[in-house]
């Protein structure tokens, strides 16, 4: 049954209250640092959280080093990998409640077989 103080699930996404960039980086030409950029352009005014397994600050911002380390319950998150490492990430944010997942990564179903069953699996 749905939460009325919380927003329709894909009210998470659309108009979250909580984000959380996963892979960001201080580099303005990294789809992190881009996804960053476009949040703080747009003077997000909610919850946001960093991931950087190299970083522990980003434009002044902490950073976590894991999906694991994040707060229950974000409403979107931005994963900003490799392809190799996207469906254990999605696995993580499942574990951690988040409402929706933007990725921004190639190698799925238009990469053949392998990329779509990998796709199938993150859907689940």
């Known amino acids: 049954m749905h939460d009325p103080s919380r927003p329709f699930p894909v009210e998470r996404l659309l108009r979250p209250i909580s984000i959380a960039i996963v892979g ?54 931005v994963l900003a990998l490799p392809a190799k490492a996207v469906e254990d990430a999605v696995k993580a944010a499942a574990r951690r409640g988040v409402g929706g997942i933007v990725v921004f990564a190639a190698g799925f179903a238009e990469a053949g077989e392998e990329g779509r069953s990998a796709q199938d699996r993150m859907a689940a």
């Open 24 to 77: 960001v980086s201080a580099d303005a030409g990294s789809m992190g640092g881009r996804a960053l950029a476009n949040v703080e352009k747009f003077a997000f005014d909610g919850d946001l959280h960093l991931v950087s397994r190299s970083n522990t600050e980003v434009n002044g911002r902490a950073c976590v080093p894991t999906i694991d380390d994040l707060p229950m319950g974000i409403d979107a998150m």
